[in-house]
């Protein structure tokens, strides 16, 4: 189909303009057949189609989203980047992903809001210091910006934390990578977005798969969507906490495990914190947004459940760890509370790559840390669905590990409770 006819079948809306007064197009019906779809509008998934577009020319994409574009995880993430992760594997792709934030702006032509003000990951413990430590080496090693600060160092880079020894857990001091920072999710899904769509990509929303088609030797060649039948020889599920009841539907058992993960923001505070602050063993981090909210997180609710809305006594112990590490923030009112649901694979390290059915890839398993890997995992999944092969950042991904046994037990790094 030609351009022109291509763009007579969509509908185009007055609100399918970025800030430049570009304009760009969701589709409202999808083609009859694509080269690839790509199942999930959150971030990866648009950052998936964009570097397909981008880096291998490959353009005839089909997004398919059951909700709107962004709403999922991607809309309710508390937007922390770093890259300071324990083990080679996921030091290279975080980092890798790290260095792409760092030239996204200019690459998306968007002002992504991206702030490298730095992330300190607080010890409260002789073993927290320990391991701490051994990972601010490991990072060091890999060319990984880390640092240690002393709670004394601590209290001077963040001076609102509480450093006295008297805490029920005690600051003992801090990693910090001032290459961390925050980002504006929103702005980094429609960056994606646009840019993909102005390279030919279609994004068609309200679009949930069913089932999927298969052909000789069980191959795929598409999927079932409420909005008819639509063919590809590729299709990637990058449907973060949806992944593995989109594969059971294919009979493929994933060792994932969905739960809710709770944030909340606060109403407008004074500007009193200008870098990230997390603490993983008293379950709460918090930055402030440039508008002056405080985003804060908490550790995984601990059940299964595809709830968008959490339970009140995890937010209860997040806001007492809160203003203990905290003491400023009582005078801080709570604005809004809500949960993502994340997948955790039982390493805490994402999935990646091709499945045993031809012409299945699959991106999920970020659990409670994908947001920063938005660019990065959107660059090597789109090489693999490409060439049909893991990439190099991928390989070690695959999903085969959990037959060979070679995990990538990241716990260490966990930024949150799992
Ligand atoms: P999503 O945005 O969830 O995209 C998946 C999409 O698939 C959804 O839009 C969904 O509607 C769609 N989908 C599902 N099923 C179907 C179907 N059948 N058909 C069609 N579409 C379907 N990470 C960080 O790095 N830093 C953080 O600070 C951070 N904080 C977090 C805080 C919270 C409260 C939560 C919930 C998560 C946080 N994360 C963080 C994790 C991060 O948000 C996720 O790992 C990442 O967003 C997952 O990738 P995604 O953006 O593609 O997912
Ligand atoms: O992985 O850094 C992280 C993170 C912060 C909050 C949730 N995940």
Redesign the pocket.
């Known amino acids: 189909m030609g351009a022109s006819a291509r763009l007579a079948a969509r509908t185009i809306s007055k609100t399918d303009m970025d800030e430049n007064g570009h304009r760009y197009w969701r589709a409202a019906e999808p083609k009859p057949a694509y080269d690839v779809i790509v199942v999930g509008a959150g971030g990866h998934g648009l950052s998936t189609a964009y570097y397909l577009a981008r880096n291998h020319g490959i353009t005839d994409v089909c997004v398919v989203e059951k909700g709107w574009l962004g709403g999922g995880n991607m809309a309710r993430n508390?937007t922390?980047i770093?890259s300071n992760y324990l083990l080679d594997e996921s030091a290279a792709i975080y980092d890798h992903s790290l260095k792409l934030w760092e030239g996204l702006e200019e690459d998306l032509g968007f002002d992504l809001q991206f702030s490298q003000r730095g992330v300190l990951n607080l010890s409260h413990s002789l073993q927290d210091v320990r391991s701490s430590i051994r990972r601010v080496n490991a990072n060091r090693l890999n060319g990984v910006d880390a640092e240690w600060l002393t709670a004394d160092e601590v209290k001077e880079f963040c001076p609102i934390v509480n450093v006295s020894p008297s805490l029920r857990y005690p600051v003992m001091g801090a990693t910090l990578q001032r290459r961390g920072g925050i980002a504006r999710h929103d702005k980094v899904a429609w960056g994606y977005a646009t840019r993909a769509s102005q390279r030919g990509v279609d994004i068609v929303e309200h679009c949930e798969v069913t089932g999927f088609v298969r052909g000789e030797g069980g191959r795929m060649e598409g999927l079932e969507t409420t909005r008819g039948t639509i063919r590809a020889p590729k299709v990637a599920l990058v449907a973060a906490g949806h992944t593995s009841v989109l594969a059971s539907m294919v009979g493929l058992r994933l060792p994932i495990q969905s739960h809710p993960l709770q944030a909340l923001v606060s109403a407008l505070f004074e500007p009193v914190l200008d870098c990230v602050v997390?603490s993983n063993a008293v379950h709460v981090?918090v930055s402030q947004a440039d508008k002056g909210e405080l985003v804060m997180?908490a550790g995984i609710d601990a059940y299964n459940g595809y709830g968008q809305r959490g339970s009140f006594h995890v937010i209860e112990h997040q806001l007492a760890a809160a203003v203990e590490l905290f003491p400023i923030f009582e005078h801080a009112k709570l604005l809004r509370t809500w949960a993502g649901i994340v997948d955790v694979c039982p390493d805490a390290s994402p999935i990646i790559g091709p499945t045993p059915i031809d012409g299945l890839f699959l991106n999920c398993g970020w659990g409670?840390?994908g947001f920063?890997a938005t660019p990065g995992s959107g660059w090597a999944f789109a090489e693999t669905i490409a060439t049909g092969e893991p990439s190099e950042l991928a390989k070690p991904f695959g999903l085969e590990r959990f037959t060979t046994g070679a995990l990538i037990d990241e716990h260490g790094a966990a930024?949150?409770a799992h």
Do not use: D, E, S
Request: aromatic share 10%; proline share 0%.
């Open positions: 508390t922390i770093r997390m981090y997180g409670t840390g920063k930024a949150v």
